[in-house]
């Protein structure tokens, strides 16, 4: 089935530094990702809409220029969190729509970035 | 405004029980809807859709019912068993896209 690689799992940073995560479709193309945060028993607050090719589509509230996210194939998408603070420190989640379908798909999940901003 | 409301405390069961966890929402018209499997530390693993137009679907021990009149949403597991033990997430969309909006989740626990 399709699989969405999630790299790194975790990474603990300082505060001030820039952190990537590498969200891959291993199997398939993947024109649309989408990137979601999740603060501990909470649910999954949709971040951005990754696509490739053309700029991403960030949801109300989130910081184009903190979080930039680069689409620049049909497999990869990556997630900078830039010069990251303590509040930053979450669980960061990509996912990608099943390659049969565009409407009405499911979503496949990577396993998660957790990052602790010290 | 928008709501997806799943029941925030955990919900404890016996082993070999059926577990109903439930899935209302205020203000959308979804298309279809979705229900997810998250382990602790892990990203969410798809289990079932059910379409505005179904009022049932079924997998393995796995029953989902959706009621757009009542805008409810309720995940069955039969036959439980203590690996069920995770959090289940709704999910739905209001448009043409895959953009899906997530319940809080509810976290089952199957006691042996």
């Known amino acids: 089935g399709a699989v969405v690689s999630q790299h790194p799992s975790w990474v603990i940073c300082k505060s001030g530094t820039s952190v990537k995560i590498e969200c891959r479709s291993l199997d398939f193309q993947a024109t649309t990702m989408f990137w979601y945060r999740q603060f501990p028993k909470q649910s999954l607050m949709l971040m951005a809409t990754s696509n490739e090719g053309s700029k991403a589509t960030y949801e109300q509230g989130v910081e184009k220029d903190k979080f930039l996210i680069n689409h620049a194939s049909l497999t990869l998408s990556t997630l900078t969190v830039t010069s990251a603070h303590p509040e930053d420190s979450s669980f960061y989640i990509c996912?990608?729509?099943?390659?049969?379908?565009?409407?009405?798909?499911?979503?496949?999940f990577g396993n998660g970035t957790r990052l602790t901003v010290t | 405004s928008q709501k997806i409301e799943q029941n925030s405390e955990a919900l404890n069961i016996q082993e070999g029980k059926t577990a109903t966890l439930t899935c209302n929402y205020t203000n959308y018209s979804p298309a279809y809807l979705q229900w997810y499997r998250q382990d602790p530390g892990r990203g969410p693993v798809f289990l079932l859709l059910?379409?505005?137009?179904?009022k049932e679907k079924r997998k393995e021990r796995l029953k989902v019912t959706f009621d757009t009149t009542l805008k409810q949403s309720l995940f069955h597991i039969t036959a439980s068993q203590p690996a069920d033990s995770a959090t289940y997430l709704c999910?739905?969309?209001?448009?043409?896209?895959?953009?899906?909006?997530f319940g809080g989740g509810t976290r089952l626990m199957v006691k042996p």
């Open positions: 996912s990608a729509p099943d390659r049969a379908k565009t409407y009405n798909s499911p979503l496949h």
């Open positions: 059910i379409r505005e137009n179904e």
């Open positions: 999910a739905l969309n209001n448009n043409a896209g895959n953009m899906l909006t």
